[in-house]
């Protein structure tokens, strides 16, 4: 159950928003939604892979944060336990809300329902606007991360055309044995195909560079080296519980 509203300095003057990190708190996925302009910051610790929308033809990029529903293996004891948090995490309860044509300006909505709202009266959590109705450092860093991600996401479809015309996206299996004998595995996803990105002439090359895709595209294979840590992290959550 959600419920939406323009954030207000009036109505949400009082409003905080809790910032841990917990599974309680909607950070119990084993992916979260990342755009190409992202990809750069994620790469360094999350894999990024490539999904379609349910009945859909269009494909979707995702920071994997585990191998089955509910599991993110940077949730831990101590908190978020990664050196980036991924702007569609970083954001909530907030997200861009806009007419239904497209032609309103952007505005910040929040979900009043979700469980980073602080119950009332309690001093948990980051204040929104300040005495006098201003926004506080918080809400402006979460305006920014909201403009990025929003910016980015307007601007991946050229990116999955860019995919889609090249075929460059190829499907990936993942079948690991863990140290305790289990199977972890992952099905459904895509990856960027090396082999046919190493294939592309020098014109196809140039044009994707010219039209900021080739960037992207590299730090989404360079991202499949962090496949190997988080399966470490499997091990060590299975061992240590």
């Known amino acids: 159950m959600t419920s939406h509203a323009i954030l207000d300095s009036r109505a949400h003057r009082d409003l905080r928003v809790r910032v841990d990190a917990g ?28 999904r379609r929308e349910t009945g859909q033809e269009r494909f979707f990029a995702v920071a994997l944060l585990g191998f089955e529903t509910g599991e993110n293996l940077f949730l831990g004891a101590a908190g978020w336990d990664a050196g980036y948090r991924p702007l569609s995490l970083a954001i909530q309860p907030f997200l861009v809300g806009r007419a239904a044509n497209g032609a309103a300006s952007a505005q910040v909505h929040i979900d009043l329902a979700h469980p980073r709202i602080a119950a009332a009266g309690r001093d948990a959590g980051e204040r929104l606007f300040d005495a006098d109705g201003l926004p506080t450092p918080f809400l402006e860093d979460i305006a920014e991360k909201l403009g990025d991600l929003d910016e980015g996401y307007r601007e991946s479809e050229a990116f999955f055309a860019a995919l889609a015309e090249h075929e460059l996206l190829e499907p990936f299996t993942l079948e690991v044995t863990l140290d305790d004998g289990s199977l972890s595995s992952l099905v459904g996803f895509h990856i960027i195909g090396e082999a046919r990105l190493r294939a592309l002439d020098a014109a196809a090359a140039g044009r994707l560079h010219e039209a900021g895709h080739l960037m992207p595209i590299f730090m989404a294979v360079a991202s499949l080296a962090q496949i190997r840590p988080l399966v470490d992290r499997k091990n060590r959550r299975q061992r240590d519980g």
């Open 23 to 50: 599974a309680d708190l909607g950070d119990g996925v084993m992916a979260a939604l990342t755009v190409p302009a992202e990809f750069r910051r994620v790469q360094g610790h999350f894999p990024i892979l490539f």
